[in-house]
Nanobody
């Protein structure tokens, strides 16, 4: 199996910064895309940022210029640097990775359990 573990969430004042981390462990041959999602109370889960195996990144319009996604493929890890946080960023943040567990094995998506980010205004 594959397990994803997030860390780095917490309570921060508006204008502050947080850095989220997500590490994968278990039976992993290769990881393709990685992404951060968030879900606020009463809202649907939304994509925040994603990064491909070659480093191509994609951001939601609401976080462009404030958040930066990165990955360390050697460590099966990814990060989300969040700056200039606003109250609207308050949500449960999830990481997702597309993982192949063996050579020529199909990709499967795995999710972390989420880490809470709360921004006080």
């Amino acid at each position: 199996q594959v397990q994803l573990m997030e860390s780095g969430g917490g309570l921060v004042q508006a204008g502050g910064s947080l850095r989220l981390s997500c590490s994968a462990s278990g039976s992993i041959y290769s990881i393709n895309s990685m992404g951060w999602y968030r879900q606020a109370p009463g809202k649907q889960r939304e994509l925040v940022a994603s990064i491909g195996s070659g480093g191509t990144t994609n951001y939601a319009d609401s976080v462009k210029g404030r958040f930066t996604i990165s990955r360390d493929s050697a460590k099966n890890s990814m990060y989300l640097q969040m700056n200039s946080l606003i109250a609207e960023d308050t949500a449960l943040y999830y990481c997702k990775m597309s993982v192949s567990r063996w050579r020529n094995f199909p990709w499967s998506d795995y999710w972390g359990q989420g880490t809470q980010v709360t921004v006080s205004s």
